[in-house]
């Protein structure tokens, strides 16, 4: 019974929920490695963000002939100066739509309860349950409507000191274009034989994984936001760049990220117009189907190949267990478990087929 392959299964799962129990209740031996972990685990993540989109340029200098500190000062040139026509292109309009929008918060928020309280007004012909939900919320929006102003408050605290940790993103993208061909030698060196190949192959196809996600993702974002940009201003939504960039961003999470970016478009359009708002939820349904059926299935291909119920899942629960963060993660992190875990049963697959060969 030992050699079975469910009993090796459920003595590894016993054995990892031990070690996790163990974890939790020495947890406070390990609290210094986890605020080190903590604090280096956002410009970890933007410098690997940037190395997967950094890296095709690497080797195409290399390929030039040049040599790999002047191919990454190259690089740092080039994002320097992406990052300054942004600067100078974008930031100062960016810049006056975000004052306008704290200046004009208050009023944006008062014509919003009055459609909230206009729209509560018919709660009388809705059911029972419904109607009690209503009122739990016209309730509470007046006080969640009360506190915008510490949220804002909180949030540009958060993100200044966000640009001050992000100080060390060029630090950890200068090493990891040095020696991120060391990686798989250094993790296949204790191996040796078809194991040392399987894992080769293993870390080879978690790379194209990360990399077909990370610069497709990207693009996608990118492609999105443009169509909602250009949009916007054909039908002259207020903010209309501010609210591109939001799609951009809210786009890096699968499948839910244009329907969260339609969400602040649609109460700016409200408070500028109510037609309008019609125009903002059709122009998202035709960037979103746009975005669905031609770019990234040409994009990003068969990278992920997960259902959207899948992905929906995966987003709502990791968001519950570790909140944006895990939003944002769950995805690729559920792709990569998917890539070694299809190559490791794929291995087994082909051991049990060259074991029934052997037989005959």
Avoid at 181 to 207: C, I, N
Wanted: aromatic share 12%; charged share 10%; proline share 4%.
């Amino acid at each position: 019974m030992t050699h079975k392959v469910w009993f090796r299964s459920a003595v590894a799962i016993i054995f990892l929920l031990l070690i996790i129990r163990l974890f939790i209740d020495v947890q406070e031996i390990f609290s210094p490695i986890v605020v080190i972990a903590q604090t280096i685990f956002l410009p970890l993540l933007i410098g690997g963000v940037l190395f997967y989109l950094t890296r095709p340029v690497l080797y195409f200098l290399e390929r030039k002939g040049f040599p790999k500190w002047t191919a990454i000062l190259l690089i740092f040139v080039m994002l320097g100066a992406i990052i300054w026509l942004a600067y100078i292109l974008i930031a100062p309009i960016v810049s006056s739509q975000i004052n306008s929008l704290v200046n004009n918060a208050p009023q944006i928020i008062r014509n919003a309860e009055e459609y909230g309280r206009s729209l509560l007004s018919q709660r009388e012909h809705l059911p029972n349950s419904i109607q009690q939900q209503a009122n739990n919320l016209a309730g509470q929006f007046s006080d969640r409507a009360s506190s915008v102003g510490s949220w804002i408050a909180t949030f540009l605290s958060g993100l200044f000191s966000g640009i001050l940790t992000l100080i060390l993103v060029p630090f950890f993208l200068v090493y990891i274009l040095i020696d991120h061909h060391k990686f798989a030698p250094f993790v296949t060196h204790f191996f040796t034989g078809e194991r040392r190949t399987w894992l080769r192959k293993t870390l080879h196809d978690v790379d194209e994984t990360l990399k077909s996600y990370i610069v497709g993702q990207l693009f996608v974002s990118l492609c999105v936001g443009i169509m909602l940009l250009i949009g916007y201003l054909i039908i002259g939504l207020d903010y209309a760049i501010l609210l591109a960039l939001v799609g951009v961003a809210t786009n890096v999470i699968p499948f839910l990220g244009p329907y969260l970016a339609v969400v602040p478009a649609i109460i700016v359009a409200l408070v500028q117009d109510p037609v309008m708002a019609l125009y903002v939820a059709l122009i998202m349904l035709i960037a979103q189907q746009i975005e669905g059926n031609l770019i990234t299935p040409n994009i990003m291909g068969n990278a992920l190949n997960v259902h959207p119920l899948t992905v929906i899942t995966i987003i709502l629960a990791a968001g519950n267990i570790a909140g944006i963060w895990g939003i944002i993660l769950a995805v690729p992190f559920y792709a990569v478990l998917k890539t070694i875990v299809t190559n490791i049963y794929s291995k087994r697959k082909e051991i049990t087929q060259r074991a029934r060969e052997d037989l005959y």
